[in-house]
């Protein structure tokens, strides 16, 4: 616990955590509004596929962030050291696999989502691997509980982004996507620090655990990747059917309509160690996913309602009055953003647990919202009503699930 000085109450770890959460949040908040309002619509259309692929790269390396701090809690000493030893290994190779496609195909992604430059890419591409690598270390503090390092890491990452990103796009002006690129890289090299210093193992893992180990991390893995579906491919398919102008419209609107997923993300980080912890103890762990639920709901709702009753003040104090077009979109945008975020909260418990099957429907999900706006994509209203639909079927499945799982 931390005494705050001439304040008669102490902050729990978890809460400095939530509080740094808030922070991050707004602080990335606050480098979208900032990327907005220097660029413009059609200039910030390519900014914002870099901010999504970050995104993307997010949901795949959180593979290896959950992973590591389930089986942190897990293992004991000895097996963490050895599954220590060989995640880090795995994180390092697909790291450099993905970041190398980047680089390699560089011209076939600028093609697909119309940039003005393929340097963008190949930045971005060399920056993946540290992606990796930081997310294992977050891991490990995360399932050791020790929630001021894994603040800390965050912070760095956001205040470093934020800072360099400004100073590069202003140094590269005539083309700032470049700029955002390097301002990624940058951020990703500081955001190492502080590392979780860790031994050798000798031996190697119990046959039946690394079987565990790999099937948790398949599984997660698929789960990330309809993360990814459902997440960020409305942004990269506006980019690629619609002109620069309505793709940096769209992608104001879902920066700020995605406020709730972002601030519910702070949860599910504290959720998965303390439900499986739990659930090792033989303790109920229904109670933890009802009170999550509970607090995600009402921000969600005070979020929508305010998005419904006021976005033209919204869009024109984030972003100006060159993105009011799109306001009459952020109410519904809004709403489908917060039912999504509670769907993830019942599969990310559900990961905690070991039980998978509510992946799936997850992926069942993603897919239909993919395919609806591959088929209906007329103009953006059409793209947002595509994945209200979507995302209340997926939210319906996942209750009915846990109900028929409870019982």
Not at 16 to 34: E, P, Q, R
Not at 197 to 214: I, M, W
Not at 252 to 259: D, E, F, H, Q, W
Not at 379 to 391: A, G, R, Y
Request: glycine residues 6%.
């Amino acid at each position: 616990m931390l005494a705050i000085p001439f304040i008669n109450y102490k902050i729990s770890h978890q809460q400095l955590f939530m509080l740094s959460a808030l922070l991050v949040n707004a602080g990335n908040y606050a480098y979208n509004l900032i990327l907005g309002r220097m660029l413009g619509p059609e200039a910030f259309a390519d900014a914002a596929i870099l901010i999504t692929l970050l995104l993307v790269l997010s949901f795949a390396a959180m593979t290896f962030q959950l992973g590591t701090a389930r089986f942190v809690v897990l293992m004991n000493e000895q097996e963490q050291l050895l599954f220590l030893q060989k995640i880090k290994k795995w994180g390092t190779r697909i790291g450099f696999l993905l970041g190398a496609c980047f680089v390699i195909f560089s011209s076939f992604f600028q093609e697909v989502f119309q940039t003005q430059s393929q340097t963008m890419f190949i930045i971005f591409g060399l920056s993946v691997p540290l992606y990796f690598i930081m997310s294992i270390n977050r891991g490990i503090f995360q399932g050791n509980q020790d929630m001021l390092s894994l603040a800390k890491t965050y912070q760095i990452e956001m205040w470093s982004r934020l800072v360099l990103t400004v100073l590069l796009i202003v140094l590269f002006h005539k083309q700032p996507a470049v700029g955002v690129a390097i301002g990624v890289g940058l951020s990703l090299i500081l955001a190492q620090f502080p590392k979780n210093k860790t031994q050798k193992g000798t031996g190697q893992l119990d046959a039946k655990l690394n079987k565990e180990v790999l099937n948790f991390f398949l599984i997660t893995a698929f789960y990330e990747g309809t993360q990814i579906l459902i997440n960020n491919s409305d942004i990269l398919m506006v980019k690629h059917y619609f002109d620069a102008r309505e793709a940096g419209l769209y992608a104001s609107l879902a920066l700020i309509g995605r406020v709730v997923y972002f601030v519910a993300w702070m949860f599910v980080m504290i959720l998965l160690p303390v439900v499986v912890e739990k659930k090792k103890n033989g303790e109920d762990t229904r109670k933890i996913l009802y009170k999550y639920i509970g607090y995600i709901s009402i921000l969600a709702a005070s979020v929508i309602a305010t998005c419904f009753i006021a976005p033209q003040l919204i869009v024109t104090i984030m972003f100006g009055e060159a993105y009011l077009e799109v306001a009459s979109l952020l109410g519904p945008y809004a709403l489908a953003t917060g039912m999504f975020a509670i769907a993830n909260l019942f599969t990310y418990y559900f990961l905690s647990l070991g039980k998978y099957k509510s992946v799936f429907i997850s992926f069942v999900g993603g897919f239909l919202q993919l395919s609806l706006i591959v088929l209906f994509h007329t103009d953006l209203i059409q793209v947002v009503f595509m994945q209200i639909l979507s995302m209340i079927l997926l939210l319906l499945a996942q209750i009915l699930f846990f109900i028929k799982t409870d019982h």
